[in-house]
């Protein structure tokens, strides 16, 4: 293959560095101008007529369907001797190779990278990024194949991904699943590294500029706390290296969130939350997001629901558990934040209201389970994908406090999850909700079927009146009435991405795309200061009265008519108890250390 000048030479030949049943993948950036990658990919036949070669549908943790095949163009299919093959589609994400009894069969495609997301490929002219799910062709039926991959990169690019590195820049996985569970950077950005337990954890940052030295000293100290404090969770890391892959990104953007892997993660977050770059200091999500990520270590790669157990890269794989493997992955997001000292007792407590808030505000009743199930379609009114999230939460919480009371802090919910890792991942199998109520049970949980049938199950609302006095806190119930406008915004804050059902705004005829101006006397800027507050604060006892929305419209300003609509949302606060018992006090600081017993 010819390549434009400065690019290093491609390399059409591998050595031998698996056995003779590896697929050899070459990963090249020949016109990263035109957001596009290069594959090609070295496929043994084993005698067979024909090959059936498939892209991955979806990628293991963003619980989505992606179709990653509609990025490819200009496949095509060689023999050994270069002479093209006959090749179709028989699915849409599959392609038939007829191999003309070669023992060996290359194809070779671009793959188109242009998007911003968590699981998709981006491609810029100075910087590319990929999961593996992207653009690793697999043969149907030979997942357990190992593969080896070379990158031919323009001059000057650097490279990190999580696969490990073998001899002669050659890249190796022992099966396509952890293939295609590898993130990976190629071009200009930023490389640090910080060792915890004595495994390495790699930082890579694009853009470089954005890892300024003083973000650089708060990141390190999180990296390092956040992972000492995990590892003693769960009996120590369980990889040989790990990267933490970041995009800052600078454009609009309307989301943050990261993905994890089996030996890294990959984040993205809008710069202004990200971190400030001179003081170093780490924006509010950066913290819960990074723990968060990391602890998918253990829960969800490794502690895996036997419905995913193994993954079919085809289609939807349904788990009525994501309420344990997100949900309460989150709260040990915020455990690992609160023991290794990096939130105090007050910050804690405060995101344990913020996930109370999420909850009660859901506009109708909810089932941890069924949204486990549904956040496959992102509803449109009542959003799973977010709820299991803070709901899973809390109902760890309950439960950690819950054993941690029956047993006088002689158990907790820390031993049910490393039960799960020793007892299912590493026995090479995925657990079922009788199984974790089971362990459950066995660590001390008292009533645990009418928990799980009343709270997880079911849509009864969460007891916490009754089980949080058990660690020595108080909730106390405000009902706020608040003007209820009803809209969803993008990253600018003034575009409308979405409408909530029974707002002021949809009943005047605002609609998705509009640009707001103005909603009565508070004046609403792209990018300025957040209104919300300012509205909510003039217009709060105000239902009824009249109210002018102006928004921007297809090129024109439009004056929509409305009323002011309220609405009562249900607020708990919760704060440490002014006396609570010794037996409350233990299974408070129990929590707080990750400690059992006295």
Not at 19 to 41: D, F, G, M, N, W
Not at 263 to 291: E, R
Request: net charge negative; proline share 6%.
């Amino acid at each position: 293959m010819r390549l434009p000048v400065g690019f290093a030479l491609a390399l059409t030949t591998f050595p031998s560095l698996l056995s003779a049943q590896a697929v050899r993948y070459e990963v090249s950036v020949p016109t990263p101008a035109l957001h596009l990658l290069h594959i090609k990919a070295d496929f043994p036949t084993g005698g067979k007529d024909t090959l059936f070669l498939s892209l991955p549908a979806w990628s293991p943790g963003n619980y989505e369907i992606q179709n990653y095949a509609r990025y490819v163009r200009g496949f095509g299919a060689k023999n050994p001797g270069g002479a093209s093959l006959f090749w179709d589609r028989f699915d849409k994400d599959t392609w038939r190779v007829a191999t003309g009894k070669s023992d060996h069969v290359t194809v070779e495609f671009d793959y188109f990278g242009d998007t911003v997301d968590l699981s998709m490929a981006h491609v810029t002219p100075d910087f590319a990024e990929f999961l593996g799910t992207n653009v690793f062709l697999y043969e149907e039926g030979k997942l357990d194949r190992p593969a080896e991959v070379r990158f031919a990169l323009p001059a000057g690019w650097k490279l990190a991904t999580a696969l490990k590195e073998a001899t002669g820049g050659v890249y190796q996985a022992p099966n396509y699943h952890e293939l295609v569970d590898a993130q990976t950077f190629l071009g200009a950005f930023s490389l640090d590294s910080v060792v915890v337990d004595g495994k390495p954890i790699r930082i890579a940052i694009w853009p470089a500029t954005d890892y300024t030295p003083a973000v650089a000293k708060s990141l390190r100290e999180s990296v390092t706390r956040i992972a000492t404090e995990e590892n003693k969770e769960m009996g120590g890391p369980p990889y040989d290296a790990y990267t933490i892959f970041f995009n800052v990104i600078h454009e609009p953007v309307n989301f943050g969130g990261g993905l994890e892997h089996a030996y890294s993660q990959f984040d993205i977050m809008p710069a202004g939350a990200f971190a400030d770059p001179q003081s170093g200091l780490l924006g509010d999500f950066m913290n819960p997001l990074l723990s968060h990520e990391m602890f998918h270590l253990w829960n969800v790669k490794r502690i895996r629901p036997a419905e995913m157990w193994p993954y079919d890269y085809h289609a939807e794989q349904y788990t009525s558990l994501l309420w344990w493997s997100e949900g309460v992955t989150d709260y040990y997001a915020d455990l690992s934040n609160w023991r290794a000292g990096i939130w105090n007792d007050t910050m804690f407590l405060g995101n344990v209201m913020q996930n109370i808030q999420q909850v009660e505000s859901a506009p109708e009743p909810w089932s941890e389970e069924d949204g486990s199930l549904a956040t496959w379609i992102n509803e449109v009114y009542v959003n799973s994908s977010q709820l299991y999230y803070p709901k899973g939460s809390l109902t760890g919480l309950l439960m950690d406090i819950s054993i941690r009371d029956a047993t006088n802090n002689a158990h907790s919910l820390d031993e049910v999850t490393r039960a799960l890792f020793e007892r299912y991942y590493k026995q090479g199998k995925g657990f079922k909700t009788s199984d974790l109520l089971a362990l459950l049970r066995e660590f001390g949980m008292p009533d645990v079927n009418g928990f799980y049938q009343k709270y997880v199950n079911g849509r009864d609302p969460l007891p916490y009146d009754q089980v949080f006095p058990l660690a020595g806190l108080a909730a106390k119930k405000i009902e706020n009435t608040t003007p209820f406008l009803g809209v969803q915004m993008t990253g600018d804050g003034a575009t409308i991405s979405g409408l909530v059902p029974g707002g002021a705004a949809e009943a005047a005829g605002v609609q998705i795309g509009d640009t707001v101006i103005s909603i009565g006397s508070v004046q609403v800027a792209a990018g300025g200061p957040d209104w919300g507050e300012a509205y909510r604060r003039e217009y709060r006892g105000k239902a009824g009265q009249p109210i002018d929305v102006v928004v921007r419209r297809k090129g024109q300003t439009v004056t929509l008519h409305a009323q002011v609509k309220e609405r009562t949302i249900t607020v708990y606060h919760v704060t440490k108890a002014d006396n609570p018992s010794a037996k409350a006090l233990k299974v408070w600081k129990g929590m707080a250390s990750g400690t059992i017993g006295n």
